[in-house]
């Protein structure tokens, strides 16, 4: 590197140092607060990554690179984008406050030019290993334009480590042959709490070599390199290498004085090293030991550079000192710590900066303000503008209906999925399919044996190959639209989430579809909210569900999963019970997942559908018997949007049952034997009580805020019920997922369901031991409105 660029880039770093601590210093200690509550931020943790991401974004990084940047160093890319013209004075100033910018860098909620949201930590880590895998799934397609190979870059903080989900993802890109991935490991050797155990950088290299990647060391800057050479300097780097973690982080804290004490304690009676040490002051002995490699931009650039001539995946262990240049370098009790109004008033005067003059972006440095925006808008990473693609949709072929008399909507949805894979559409080259390990078992199979398992490199199926009768047609190829995974729910998630930004990250539209059992939802939950919050577009479809899966017991059996459905942010849950329902919903799935109009909400239901999303459908094992194939507009429409009448109530109805999912038969067999004895009996078929409810909710809220007429879905369904009728819901998951009907026009209501972990039996014991079957039903019904005699056959 020579002198010049050395010298814009230290101009750059300084820069970013300042501005990512004044940032954090305005939100906590400048900015009016009005509920007294700590507003935080990490300064220590933004000054360990500035030098690195000096490096990166301003000397090595090309447009087609992505980057998740460690969460704690959002200040720092914040002000990047600043001096790039991305972000705004107005939302620094703003910074953790409403409408400002991010604690953390956010797709969805920040305007700069975030590549993948990070915030809970690990996630941000593995996405980029999934992400080059679609990179990699892309290159291989004859839709997809010929792009330039980026890297997936991930910034990570050595505490960050412990994250289980991260060791989960170098397994899998290990077996996925990864390339193009680097992951930059902040070494500095602090964690939230304290200080992190001896010798792990030697455990982070072993594993990491373990699964194929290139680990390099970035442990000693430019000037501890020269002064190794120096008489006395390996007895300098002998120290260095032996030196406790923290005992290294609290000299960094108390600066050079203490550095000569320590050093020449325990080395200086050798004469080489002493005059090596006497040989600088305290300010230049400070210099020298926090000269680490993480910190040498000369030594970072250089090294980057190096190991950008392959495209093996590397492990950078980048050695850095929390904190460093700031006041609060090293101390062990950083990570949340703020420098006080004093240590900021001398950090102001250190950096040069005038008072009044705090946010000017070259104030303070030997450049004007048009030459640093001229170094900066030449830089190869940001020369492009902003870096979020567009791909056109793909038009859906209309539902798939299937003819099967009795079938469940499991196997519906892999019929359905197999007629897509046999017909030329063009949606059909778009679907990339997925599962852990549960291919067969979920119904993907037929879709694998007409498309296809992903590799880079062609794998035969040996036992097609020596004959060998199987019912899966398992070859690997360029050519094919199925990546297989290892039994990790939350690899499911992240590869989900970076094929569902694949429009965005890549310019190309993919249709991803990963199935999964019900219950393990919960297992993946974190890297699925994950995905939500950064608008990735995918279809999960979770089976078996409930405790239909009767012989599985409690472990294989969900209860929880329709709560989670509709709690989920950027989710549309659906429970279809039929297979024209299931054939609908899939359909618009496809469709819904493409889309990216505005916010204004369909004033029909009130629901924000020209957003787009993603879909989780809660499917089933259960084979039941289908009614006459339904394909009127009202029906299709009403499956949409979350129910519609499947008898629907006389003007003098007692009765509603309201049901989701696969116990409709225990419902419409209870509604005929109630309806001998109540009156214009109604029975509601509910496909998602998720839409219901946020329809309703939203609704609401469009009354308070002027729109008296507003009226969602299900209020125009229960409106017409005379106020004495009441309600009955069922399915098979928790009762709470309907039990709120009864709060939309105020009738009494009856929420079966299931509340505790299943058990082994049939599907008729489990329904009978939880309350799910027809009795129950028309139990309740005798229940909640007494006075009228209801037939038991089998009294509970």
């Known amino acids: 590197m020579d002198t010049s660029r050395k010298a814009d880039l230290k101009a750059i770093e300084q820069k970013l140092l300042w501005l990512a601590c004044w940032t954090v210093h305005n939100a906590n200690h400048l900015r009016e607060k009005t509920d007294g509550m700590k507003v935080g931020g990490h300064q220590a943790s933004c000054a360990s990554m500035v030098s690195i991401m000096t490096a990166l974004y301003f000397h090595i990084l090309r447009p087609e ?3 998740a940047v460690k969460p704690h160093a959002s200040p720092v890319f914040h002000a990047m984008q600043y001096l790039a013209g991305n972000q705004t004075r107005e939302k620094l100033e703003a910074f953790r406050a409403y409408g400002g910018a991010q604690s953390y860098p956010s797709r969805t909620k920040d305007i ?35 792009r330039p190979d980026g890297r997936m870059i991930a910034l990570v903080g050595d505490a960050e480590l412990d994250e289980g989900n991260v060791y989960e993802a170098l397994q899998e890109g290990w077996k996925h042959d990864l390339r193009n991935t680097w992951w930059i490991i902040d070494y500095n050797r602090q964690s939230l709490d304290g200080v992190v155990r001896e010798g792990l950088a030697g455990r982070i290299e072993a594993i990491f070599g373990a699964f194929g990647w290139d680990v390099v060391r970035i442990k000693y800057g430019a000037l501890q390199r020269a002064a190794f050479t120096e008489p006395g300097g390996e007895a300098l780097r002998d120290w260095i290498d032996t030196c406790p973690n923290a005992l290294y982080s609290a000299l960094s804290f108390q ?18 090293v002493t005059r090596l040490i006497e040989s600088r002051s305290d300010d230049e002995l400070q210099e020298l030991m926090s000269n680490l490699g993480g910190h040498c931009l000369e030594t970072l650039a250089d090294t980057f550079a190096e190991q950008a001539r392959h495209d093996r995946p590397v492990a950078f262990v980048a050695y850095t000192i929390k904190g460093w240049n700031t006041p609060l370098a090293g101390h062990k009790d950083n990570h949340a710590g703020l420098m006080t109004p004093a240590q900021m008033e001398a950090f102001r ?6 008072e009044g003059h705090e946010w000017d972006p070259a104030e303070g440095l030997d450049l004007d303000a048009g030459t640093l925006s001229r170094l900066v808008a030449e830089t190869p990473f940001f020369a492009a503008g902003r870096r979020h693609h567009q791909a056109a949709p793909v038009a859906t072929p209309g539902p798939v209906l299937l003819d099967d008399r009795t079938l469940s909507t499991q196997a519906g949805f892999g019929k359905i999925l197999d007629q897509l894979a046999k017909s030329d559409h063009p949606l059909a080259d778009r679907i990339l399919t997925t599962s852990p390990d549960v291919t067969v078992s979920t119904n993907l199979g037929p879709f694998v044996n007409r ?22 047609k398992w070859a690997f190829s360029p050519t094919g639209q199925h990546i297989e995974l290892g039994i990790a729910e939350m690899n499911l998630f992240l590869l989900l989430g970076a094929a569902g930004l694949s429009h965005s990250l890549f310019g190309e539209r993919l249709i991803p579809v990963g199935t999964l059992y019900d219950p393990f939802i919960s297992r993946g939950l974190d890297a699925l909210n994950y995905a939500c919050y950064q608008d990735a577009r995918f279809m999960v479809v979770a089976t078996p569900s409930g405790v239909t899966l009767a012989p599985e017991g409690g472990a294989h059996q969900s209860v929880a999963t329709p709560l989670i459905g509709m709690s989920q942010d950027g989710l549309a849950a659906f429970e279809p019970a039929w297979l024209d329902e299931l054939s609908v919903l899939m359909d618009w799935s496809f469709d819904y ?13 009130w629901l924000r559908d020209e957003t787009g999303g993603s879909v989780y459908l809660r499917l089933s094992t259960r084979s039941l018997e289908q009614p006459a194939r339904r394909e009127d507009d ?20 007692e009765l509603v049952i309201a049901y989701q999912g696969a116990v409709a038969p225990e419902a419409i067999e209870a509604a005929g034997r109630i309806g001998t004895d109540r009156r214009d009996i109604g029975v509601l078929a509910v496909t998602s009580a998720d839409r219901l409810n946020a329809g309703w909710h939203a609704a609401m809220r469009m009354r308070k805020r002027g729109h008296r007429g507003a009226r969602s879905h299900i209020e125009r369904l229960l409106g017409g019920l005379p106020a004495h009728c009441t309600l009955i819901t069922v399915l098979d998951g928790h009762p709470a997922t309907l039990a709120w009907l009864g709060g939309v026009a105020g009738h009494r209501t009856a929420a079966l369901g299931v509340e505790h972990f299943g058990q082994t039996g049939t599907v008729a014991d489990l329904y009978h031991h939880y309350g799910i079957d027809t009795d129950a039903i028309v139990a309740a019904a005798s229940e909640i409105a007494p006075g009228r005699p209801v037939r038991l056959v089998n009294p509970i």
């Open 451 to 472: 498309r296809g398992l992903f590799a880079r490199d062609m794998l035969a199926d040996t036992f097609r190959d020596q004959r060998i009768p199987s019912a899966q």
């Open 634 to 653: 009202a029906f299709r429409q009403g499956v949409i949007d979350g129910a519609y009448w499947l008898r629907e109530p006389g003007p003098n109805c």
């Open 349 to 354: 005067i250190q950096m040069g900066v005038r």
């Open 255 to 272: 600066g050079g004085a203490a550095w000569r004490k320590r050093l020449l304690d325990d080395i200086g009676d050798q004469g080489a």
């Open 593 to 605: 997942l493409q889309r990216d109009g505005d916010s204004d909400p369909d004033e029909r239901t």
């Open 65 to 67: 690179d992505r980057v």
């Open 112 to 146: 700069d030019d975030v590549d993948f949201s990070t915030g809970s930590v690990g996630l941000g880590v593995a996405i980029t290993a999934f992400a080059s895998m679609i990179q990699d799934y892309l290159k291989a397609k004859p839709f997809a334009a010929d």
